[in-house]
């Protein structure tokens, strides 16, 4: 299953930047290995916001929550971390079955 995943990363007056750095540069090796591994699809960094864009392909919605709770960003700093899912298709899957529906 493909999903959209939005995360938010916020920090607060307890965090200095270098400490969020630290952690983000944590997360990229993660976000990283799992591209190469196929689970990442891709991903993308919102320029000017702590905002990063993922589409990634798992098994089971379960898959999913085990391995957002298994980043280190979640481990580390997850109750200033936001993130928004969607279960997502891929367009050429639709497209099929817009033609299949109209019997073409």
Known sequence: ????LDF???YDETMAQQGL?????EEA???L????AGVVVDLWKVVGERKVLVIAD??????LDRILFDLPIMQKMGHLVQVDVKSIRRYEDF???VK???GR
Do not use: F
């Open 95 to 97: 497209a099929e079955d």
């Open 33 to 36: 290995g799992a591209k190469s």
């Open 21 to 25: 750095l630290g952690v983000w540069a």
């Open 8 to 10: 938010t990363v916020e």
């Open 100 to 102: 299949e529906r109209l």
């Open 29 to 31: 090796n993660a976000a």
């Open 58 to 63: 798992v098994e089971t919605p379960d898959d």
């Open 1 to 4: 299953m493909l999903y959209r």
